[in-house]
């Protein structure tokens, strides 16, 4: 079975400039999660989706974070602009539903620049 | 809200030492409580979890988790520790229902150094 894929794995952009993460969730898992991890940090969920609904997205920073799920498989993390600030690690996770274990991706390390 | 605190950042070991990862966490209502490993260039694995029922939970590769309510605490312990088990691991925890439910929070990890 396949795991959870990102991509790209890493990223290198200068400030202002627009950014995307791509994650493909493991097939017939409806509960996919972005996570934010800072350097020496925990994840930190940004948001939840269940299917295509984003269920949970109180701490994704909407104004310059958004991100959609079409179809309710695949999912993308946009920023834009980006700033020094969000170079971090972007983890996906996906879950058969909320109650179920979560598998998480490799991660996207972001550096800006 | 729930918290997670982690209370060593690293921990080095001898190679075939016992070793114990502290965790801790703060909630007003019902938890589920997680040990999750990372491997270097790798993604989070979970390596054991408490739902309900028995307070001490196992893992296929040696490594056990009491939960402790009274104290709050979930601390990981091995009895004999190897150098493949070089990693950070993180304690998390999630409300056991509710909206938030599934919804993990993270402590900051712990990195274990199993040296030779």
């Known amino acids: 079975e396949a795991g959870v894929v990102q991509s790209p794995r890493y990223k290198i952009i200068e400030k202002k400039q627009p950014v995307a993460f791509w994650c493909n969730p493991i097939?017939?898992?409806?509960?996919l999660y972005w996570y934010l991890q800072n350097l020496g940090q925990g994840p930190e969920l940004l948001i939840r989706?269940?299917?295509?609904?984003?269920?949970?997205d109180s701490q994704l920073p909407k104004d310059r974070f958004s991100a959609e799920r079409l179809k309710g498989v695949d999912s993308t993390l946009k920023i834009q602009p980006a700033e020094l600030g969000d170079s971090a690690v972007y983890l996906c996770a996906s879950s058969f539903d909320r109650d179920y274990e979560q598998y998480f991706g490799p991660g996207t390390r972001l550096t800006v620049t | 809200a729930q918290s997670v605190t982690q209370l060593d950042s690293q921990v080095p070991v001898f190679e075939e030492a016992p070793v114990e990862l502290r965790c801790n966490y703060s909630s007003s209502v019902s938890v589920y409580l997680f040990w999750y490993v990372q491997y270097p260039n790798q993604g989070l694995q979970l390596l054991l979890k408490?739902?309900?029922?028995?307070?001490l939970v196992e893992s296929i590769n040696g490594f056990e988790a009491e939960f402790n309510k009274s104290q709050t605490s979930f601390h990981l312990r091995k009895p004999s520790v190897h150098i493949s088990d070089t990693a950070e691991y993180f304690c998390a925890v999630s409300r056991s229902y509710g909206g938030s439910q599934g919804n993990l929070i993270f402590g900051k990890g712990t990195k274990l150094s199993v040296k030779p």
């Open positions: 989706y269940e299917n295509e609904e984003a269920v949970d």
């Open positions: 097939s017939g898992h409806n509960t």
């Open positions: 408490y739902l309900s029922g028995s307070t």
